[in-house]
C-alpha cells in the first residue's frame, strides 16, 4: 500500500514541473509574459507612476504577493480596494489576472482604470476570446489551464489531477512574478540590501 502513494519529494517535483513546462510553451504571436511585465513595469517607474494591482481568488493572493515585492523594490503600489489606495491616474498602471479570460469585477475595474487614462495590463490564458481582454493596453498569455478548459470527462474517480481547477496557472503566476522581481530589481538598480530595508517591521 505504501508503495502505491507517492512521495512528497515526488509529489513536489511533479507540480513543479508542470508549472516549470507552461513557461516552455510558446506564447506566439505575443511576447513571453515575463518581457512584457518586466518592461511595462519599468516603463511605469521611470514615469513615477503607481501600480494598482487587482485579482480574484486564488489568482488574488499571487497577485497581493506581487504587490509586496514591487512595494519592496520602490515602487508605489497599492492593492484595489485597499482603505488606503489613492485615485489611479494617466500615469499609472493597473495589473489585473483573469486567468479564464474574465470576470464581472476585473472586466469592470480594467475598463474604469482605461477611462482614467492608465495603462491596463491583463494576465489571462484566453487571450482571444476572454471579455477581459477589449479593456487591456497589454495582454500577457499565461498558456496554463485554469477553470475555463479543466472540464470533467468522466474519468475524474479514476484519474484525480494533482493540480485540480486553476491551480496549475495560480502557481505559474507565483513563478512568474518572482521572475520578474528578479529581473524588475535588475533593471531598476536595487541591491538586496535595499530590498530589505523596506521590507515592514511591525511583525
Sequence with gaps: MGSETPSMSSLASQICN?????????????????????????????????????????????????????????????????????????????????????????????????????????????????SCVKHASVVCYVPAQTMADDKGDGEEEKSRPLMPMGSVYEGALFVLFEMVVYKLGEALGQSPEAIRSRHTNLE
Excluded at 493572493?61 to 515585492?69: H, Q, V
Excluded at 499609472?92 to 495603462?119: K, Y
Design 18 to 130: 508542470h508549472i516549470a513546462s507552461i513557461f516552455a510553451k510558446p506564447t506566439d504571436p505575443r511576447p513571453p509574459p515575463l518581457d512584457l511585465m518586466v518592461t511595462t513595469l519599468t516603463s511605469t517607474a521611470a514615469q513615477n507612476g503607481r501600480v494598482f494591482l487587482y485579482g480574484v481568488g486564488r489568482e488574488g493572493l499571487m497577485l497581493k504577493a506581487l504587490c509586496m515585492r514591487l512595494s519592496h523594490l520602490g515602487i508605489s503600489t497599492h492593492f484595489v480596494f485597499d482603505m488606503t489606495a489613492p485615485p489611479i491616474t494617466s500615469n499609472d498602471l493597473l495589473v489585473a489576472s483573469a486567468g479564464p479570460g474574465g470576470f464581472s469585477t476585473v472586466d469592470a475595474l480594467c475598463s474604469l482604470a482605461r477611462s482614467h487614462g492608465a495603462t491596463v495590463l491583463l494576465l489571462t490564458a484566453q487571450p482571444e476570446t476572454g
